[in-house]
């Protein structure tokens, strides 16, 4: 049994299927999204539709990102929708069809709302905490506040605790390499900017990666504490 986590999707719904054919997921495995489902990339409905479709028959673990929070937040308050937006909810709203309507949030399937409103802030398996974007060290993680969770940029941060890794998206890394500082790798590695998607298994270090254009790769990095 595998425990792999998924960084950034950003609508990179080919990057996505050709990931995961890549990883070859078995229904045993455990498999955590760490959030960034929709915006800027051009299938963000797809994604969803796809993640929605593979937690019938595989154990899928959805996380919440900034942007799924920008998302909900453009549907309940109007003030929020201007700043979606400019972050990419246009590519969003593209990829479900849907123009420049008052009412496009009617437009979007009630499955997805549901979707969205279920992804989890956290999870915590084993010596790992998958998390969007960040952790406030010395805070149980029911005490975690959002802005952390979703919106902390990280680039030097502590350990978390001593016995836990934390693995994260959210700071991307440009370069497509994943980021590994022991106790926190950020997996994040802009997909939908021309660089890759990731997927890793925190176990064993063996990492696979995709783009948009149907290409791979794979490699292996350290899991633990680094001195």
Request: aromatic share 14%; with cysteine; proline share 4%.
């Given at each position: 049994m595998a425990l792999y986590a998924i960084g950034d999707i950003h609508g990179c719904y080919n990057a996505l299927t050709t990931l995961v054919d890549l990883v070859k997921l078995k229904p045993e495995d455990t498999l955590v999204f760490l959030g960034?489902?929709?915006?800027?990339?051009?299938?963000?409905?797809?994604?969803?539709?796809?993640?929605?479709?593979?937690?019938?028959?595989?154990?899928?673990?959805?996380?919440?990102?900034?942007?799924?929070?920008?998302?909900?937040?453009?549907?309940?308050?109007?003030?929020?929708?201007?700043?979606?937006?400019?972050?990419?909810?246009?590519?969003?709203?593209?990829?479900?069809?849907?123009?420049?309507?008052?009412?496009?949030?009617?437009?979007?399937?009630?499955?997805?709302?549901?979707?969205?409103?279920?992804?989890?802030?956290?999870?915590?398996?084993?010596?790992?905490?998958?998390?969007?974007?960040?952790?406030?060290?010395?805070?149980?993680?029911?005490?975690?506040?959002?802005?952390?969770?979703?919106?902390?940029?990280?680039?030097?941060?502590?350990?978390?605790?001593?016995?836990?890794?934390?693995?994260?998206?959210?700071?991307?890394?440009?370069?497509?390499?994943?980021?590994?500082?022991?106790?926190?790798?950020?997996?994040?590695?802009?997909?939908?900017?021309?660089?890759?998607?990731?997927?890793?298994?925190?176990?064993?270090?063996?990492?696979?990666?995709?783009?948009?254009?149907?290409?791979?790769?794979?490699?292996?990095?350290?899991?633990?504490?680094?001195?």
């Amino acid at each position: 049994m595998a425990l792999y986590a998924i960084g950034d999707i950003h609508g990179c719904y080919n990057a996505l299927t050709t990931l995961v054919d890549l990883v070859k997921l078995k229904p045993e495995d455990t498999l955590v999204f760490l959030g960034d489902y929709v915006d800027r990339g051009p299938g963000s409905k797809q994604v969803i539709d796809w993640i929605i479709e593979h937690s019938k028959k595989f154990n899928i673990v959805a996380l919440r990102g900034n942007h799924e929070v920008m998302m909900m937040n453009s549907r309940l308050y109007q003030n929020s929708l201007s700043s979606w937006m400019m972050n990419g909810g246009f590519q969003t709203l593209d990829s479900y069809e849907i123009g420049d309507d008052f009412d496009w949030y009617k437009k979007i399937p009630a499955e997805h709302w549901d979707f969205l409103k279920a992804t989890l802030e956290y999870y915590e398996n084993g010596k790992f905490i998958f998390v969007h974007a960040g952790l406030k060290p010395g805070v149980e993680l029911k005490h975690q506040i959002h802005d952390t969770l979703f919106w902390l940029h990280q680039y030097e941060p502590p350990p978390y605790a001593d016995d836990k890794i934390v693995v994260c998206g959210h700071t991307p890394q440009k370069n497509g390499q994943i980021k590994n500082l022991g106790h926190t790798i950020f997996i994040d590695t802009w997909a939908f900017n021309g660089q890759w998607l990731t997927c890793l298994d925190v176990e064993s270090g063996n990492f696979f990666q995709a783009n948009e254009k149907g290409e791979t790769r794979d490699g292996k990095i350290t899991i633990g504490f680094t001195s």
